[in-house]
């Protein structure tokens, strides 16, 4: 182990933790200066963002010929931002969920994820599959902004109809001082990108040299300390929007950048290559069926009141956790990886299921009784 590896993570930590603040902080006063939601801001802008790194290390993999970390960094990082993310960001505050993400934004992602297993049972991610999954995003991206545009201009076109005229008594002055905070809030965005990329390398860089000398394989670095490295960004940025209270950025970022992972970051090194990523049996029998689960986990804890509260979030974080021990076990080969195996799949795992049905079950049951309260007492 060298110190300066050691070194690398300490200032890639430092780096992630100024890069999230500035870009939070610029996308937040880009979102209300452009007039769109910071929903959308984290679906869109602050996803692809604090995608960059997953994507950087995901073409430099292929182009290594090290296809075990591409893969594992893209499925790694979006079961992290599912379990590991959203669990630690809803121990912070209980996040909120808007309908629109539940009906659009998660199904798509779910949607992705089992695409993803459905064009790798063939042990081979092809460029045609990468040109596919490139235009989803694109297609999703259009779609969101058109959207949430349409929506912010009805109000005010509604306003504008009622007012009489049009309002023409803005001042050239008025106009230039949102163009200048718009100036700002974009050098905040690119500073707290800069930051987040140049973090995330610097510590991915430090973690794999460590985890090389100490003999572990690709694809579990790849789905371990890469994909934790990488989704960093996500981390310091999700948590420092719960803290300034955009909790619906938080929880835009973490869908948005899964949808971004799975599209771009392995959809383009794919289409560059022409011969596609291949995709090892491990990753197609394991590691892609959790990242599904987990997506397919978090649409009924949506459900539920559109919060993700705390002991949800406390749920999702001891599941990932479940998940690293695993891998870690399955790497070393260690003797108590049958009986960690057994109670994982007999008793933890049926333990959750139960927990989350009786849980939606009985939020569920509070909000149609809240209704029905409500519906009583408006008079007749």
Known sequence: MDILDVGRIIAGLVLLILGGEFLVRG???????VGISSLVVGLTVVSAATSAPELAVTIGAVFRDEPGLAVGNVVGSNIINILLILGLSALVLPLVVTRG?????????????AGLLLISLDGVISAVDGLILLCVVVAHTVMTIVISRRRTRSPADAAGSTSGSPTKDVTDEDEESPAASTGKSLLLVVLGIALLVGGSTLLVEGAVNIATTLGVSSLVIGLTVVAIG????????????VRRGERDMAVGNIVGSNIFNIGVVLGLPALISLEGIPVSSAAVSLDIPVMLAASIALLPVAFTGFVIARWEGALFV????????????AASEHDALEGFTAVMVWF?????????????SYENGLRNGRKDLVTTKRPS
């Open 27 to 33: 996308a937040s006063a880009l979102s209300r200066r």
């Open 230 to 241: 990488t989704s960093l960004p996500e981390l310091m940025t999700s948590i420092t929007a």
């Open 318 to 329: 001891g599941l990932y956790l479940a998940y690293t021990g695993y891998l870690i076990l």
């Open 101 to 113: 993400l539940v009906r659009f934004d998660l199904p798509l992602m779910v949607a992705m994820s």
């Open 348 to 360: 933890v795992l049926p333990l959750v299921a139960v927990t989350l049905i009786a849980f939606t």
